[in-house]
């Protein structure tokens, strides 16, 4: 499911990208992936409060412990930073 949300996100095809990004979240919540790429996906639709709870449930979810997690939860800061300027 993650990477028909990339395949779709790639064709700017932004909506079908956040379906198939939150049922990838849905069956591994300890995944970042899903939950950054759909807020960059709600962010190009201008969906600015929904890009932050994407990012807050990336925040909560997201494994502190993995480098894969640390990574994509400074993606995140950095983007919910961009979003709240």
Do not use: H
């Amino acid at each position: 499911w993650t990477a028909m949300g990339s395949l779709r996100q790639v064709q700017r095809k932004f909506a079908e990208a956040i379906e198939a990004y939150k049922f990838a979240s849905f069956l591994d919540l300890e995944n970042p992936k899903p939950m950054y790429y759909a807020a960059e996906c709600m962010m190009a639709l201008g969906q600015k409060t929904e890009a932050l709870a994407a990012l807050a449930a990336l925040e909560q979810y997201a494994p502190k412990t993995t480098e894969n997690g640390r990574a994509y939860l400074a993606k995140g800061a950095a983007l919910k930073a961009l979003i709240e300027k």
